[in-house]
């Protein structure tokens, strides 16, 4: 469940760093919701083809998934990437937030 609650909270923050950013509600849904589509597409067929197999290792779903968490249990680097993830995302909102003029 670890797992899966950062899984969800990275494309969160992902749609809160592009919404704090540029104000746009539209970039803010479609943009994560793209690239979780691709991500899990990525890591779907990585086994099968080469060049996803390369860049399996940074797409969310691996990091959910990939280390098999049910049998293996909390795969620790993978929380740790996860979370560290996140905390960019949320400071990448944070300047971006702080750069908008809201009050005026």
């Known amino acids: 469940m670890l797992h899966l609650a950062l899984l969800g909270v990275?494309?969160?923050?992902?749609?809160?760093?592009?919404?704090?950013?540029?104000?746009?509600?539209?970039?803010?849904?479609?943009?994560?919701?793209?690239?979780?589509?691709?991500?899990?597409?990525?890591?779907?067929?990585?086994?099968?083809?080469?060049?996803?197999?390369?860049i399996r290792q940074v797409s969310p779903f691996f990091q959910y998934i990939g280390h098999d968490p049910l049998r293996q249990g909390t795969a620790w680097d993978s929380v740790l990437v996860s979370v560290l993830t996140i905390a960019v995302l949320v400071a990448l909102a944070v300047a971006g937030f702080r750069r908008r003029d809201v009050a005026g």
């Open 10 to 54: 990275v494309f969160g923050a992902l749609a809160l760093a592009l919404s704090a950013s540029t104000g746009r509600t539209g970039l803010s849904r479609g943009i994560p919701a793209v690239l979780a589509v691709l991500a899990y597409i990525v890591n779907a067929l990585a086994p099968l083809v080469d060049v996803f197999d390369r």
